[in-house]
């Protein structure tokens, strides 16, 4: 296979106005072209290396970021990537990678990625390496004739004025170029200079949230062929020293990350030997195609949205990579932030909206960098024990391998996290009274309460209720004499885009609690009832940001 995925587009830059621009070209500012895009609206996007996918991370996509995929028509696009489609996505735990099995979490394989959520989305989660996730992505955005993807541009500043921001650009190829937005997105990494130049301040808990690791990327001819344990896309290796092996292609490449140690600044030639010796091969039977060191954090921006400039992805929250939320969070950024960007800049919700960005989605973040951080200590807490590779210690082995399923499978059955995204407490969200279920992590259980996730509902004909939801309100009619016709006319008189849907599905009804229902672009619920309110010009006035009050 291609080691590297093909570069994204570097041409000139000719227009001088968009309605926004993304500063980053990974996934989630691929993400926010594609929201904003399908919405018609202008968007340019600029990165400032060659897109190139030389050294592959984040190849866990959950179940929200396949229903956001899903929704933009590409989900699909996982089973005819570069990994192979039947490829169980097994967790294996080994004393060392040529003795013993300690714990298995069994997972399913992209196929059948709906076993994953047994009944509660229409999505599961997959297994997506970036060297097919990102060209997926850029092509979406690309099919898009209102977006434009320029790499090997960088942003070299700007300025934040009264009617939006100009943006000083420049390419070693084409020169130096000034363009304005209403508004500029932030998806410039960990390190956003946007970010500093804000003087967005990075809140931490603790200094101890801060570690180094090593990354190669390699190819190791023969592995699975040489190891006595079944396939795995990642091996997490206690011998000889904290190892975790992760399948890039079902084959020969692999990403291997370890923690340094304070002293440990280690070149190339050393890293290879630290994986042989891990694999108990020759180094010879190691081919380091790419090294990176990186450094693990927990940290949240105090704010994301600074007059026209707004936060997404690592630029607003930075996470231990433990259990896969880094990205995904990010792409709920864009499902949350796309909407209301979208309404303000078509003039059916005011400036003030935008503001509910960071009310909705911090507290989420927080959540998820929380999250990840606990997965990180519970791994971090099994040290290496030469004892454990003696065969006469099955025993020593049993034991830490009960341990290992006790403390650690909650980062691998983490439906909760996934799909339970709530707002409960959001200024765009009506009450009905109803008492907050508690937060279960590991556990998904669907609600209709307003501030919630819609819930999925089968159709009769084999779709989801979610794939009613095409990023703009959607009214629900879950009864025959259902009647939203004031509601909706409240909707249309401010000229806001909706669509009215029927739903006749067993079990509908129930799974809302409610006849009627309107849920949000980003498939949140924002309004429930039995009949319309008794003013639904109030309701549409909060749930689009006009009024602050919650009693409606």
Known sequence: MTLASAPGPSGDITTDAYDVIVVG????????????????????????????????????????????????????????????????????????????????????????????????????????????????????????????????????GFSDGINGVTVALDSAEHGHRTVRAQFLVACDGAGSSIRRTLGIASLRDSDQTRARWQGAFVRLPGLRERIPH????????????????????????????????????????????????????????????????????????????????????????????????????????????????????????????????????RPHCERMVRRAWHNYRADNAILPDPTLDDPGQEQARTVLGERIVATRQTEWRSLGAQLDVRYPESSLVVSDGTPEPAIDPERYVPTARPGHRAPHVALPDGRSVHDLFRGRFTLLNLTPTADSAALLAALRNRRIPVDVEWVDAEGAREAYGCAIALVRPDGIVAWRGDTCPIDPDLVVDQVTGRIRSRQC
């Open 25 to 156: 070209g990974g996934p989630v500012g691929i993400a926010t072209a594609i929201e904003l895009g399908v919405r018609g609206h202008s968007v340019l996007v600029v990165e400032r290396d060659d897109g190139v996918v030389r050294y592959p991370t984040a190849e866990s996509i959950d179940t929200a970021s396949m229903e956001l995929l899903r929704r933009w028509g590409i989900a699909e696009a996982v089973l005819h990537s570069g990994f192979p489609a039947d490829e169980r996505r097994d967790i294996s735990f080994v004393s060392r990678m040529t003795t013993h099995e300690l714990a298995r979490f069994p997972r399913p394989s992209n196929a059948d990625r709906l076993d994953t959520t047994r009944g509660l989305s229409p999505e599961g989660g997959v297994w997506w390496p970036k060297f097919w996730f990102d060209p997926t992505l850029r092509a979406r955005a690309a099919a898009e004739p209102t977006v434009d993807l320029r790499f090997q541009w960088t942003c070299e």
């Open 230 to 361: 079944a396939a795995a896309v990642q091996y997490y290796l206690v011998n000889p020293r904290r190892i975790i092996l992760g399948s890039l292609d079902g084959g020969d490449l692999w990403r291997v990350t370890y923690p340094l140690k304070d002293d440990e600044c280690p070149i190339a030639l050393e890293v290879r030997a630290t994986i042989a010796d891990a694999l108990d091969c020759s180094v010879e039977a190691v081919e380091v195609l790419d090294t990176r060191e990186w450094s693990g954090d927990a940290v949240v921006a105090g704010s994301f949205r600074s007059r026209h400039v707004l936060l997404a992805g690592d630029a607003a929250h930075r996470m231990w990579p433990s259990g896969g939320h880094g990205m995904n969070t990010g792409l709920g950024d864009v499902a949350n932030l796309g909407w209301k960007l979208d309404a303000v800049l078509s003039g059916w919700a005011p400036d003030a909206l935008l503001d509910t960005y960071t009310a909705e989605r």
